[in-house]
């Protein structure tokens, strides 16, 4: 019913800046919380931030300080500033939504394609 689409990843040498996008398209009444997601080579993927529907930021420990999720509910989309990267921070970043159909009570979790992240010199 949704559909994520990411942008804005790449390489960038550490203590570089990216700043990912993700907007959403499709059938919702309303987007809950929108959220990151990551997935380094051979570990679990885990999440990064999330943003509840009036920007009410939590990040985890290791972005905190480092790492700015925002939104803008007028376009759907979600933004992760991401500032002091570290090679740790390499991996796929996926970005998250909850929403709710139209005319239903019923909701919708839903995923991007994920945009790539490697932090190297």
């Known amino acids: 019913q949704v559909q994520l689409v990411e942008s804005g990843g790449g390489l960038v040498p550490p203590g570089g800046s990216l700043r990912l996008s993700c907007a959403a398209s499709?059938?919702?009444?309303?987007?809950?919380?929108m959220s990151w997601y990551r997935q380094a080579l051979g570990k679990e993927r885990e999440l990064v931030a999330t943003?509840?529907?009036?920007?009410?930021?939590n990040y985890a420990d290791s972005v905190k300080g480092r790492f700015t999720i925002s939104r803008d509910n007028a376009k759907d989309t979600v933004y992760l500033q991401m500032n002091s990267l570290k090679p740790e921070d390499t991996a796929v970043y996926y970005c998250?939504?909850?929403?709710?159909?139209?005319?239903?009570?019923?909701?919708?979790?839903?995923w991007g394609q994920g945009t790539q992240v490697t932090v190297s010199s």
């Open positions: 998250n939504s909850e929403s709710r159909r139209p005319g239903t009570l019923d909701r919708d979790n839903s």
């Open positions: 943003i509840s529907t009036i920007g009410s930021p």
């Open positions: 499709g059938r919702f009444f309303v987007i809950y919380t």
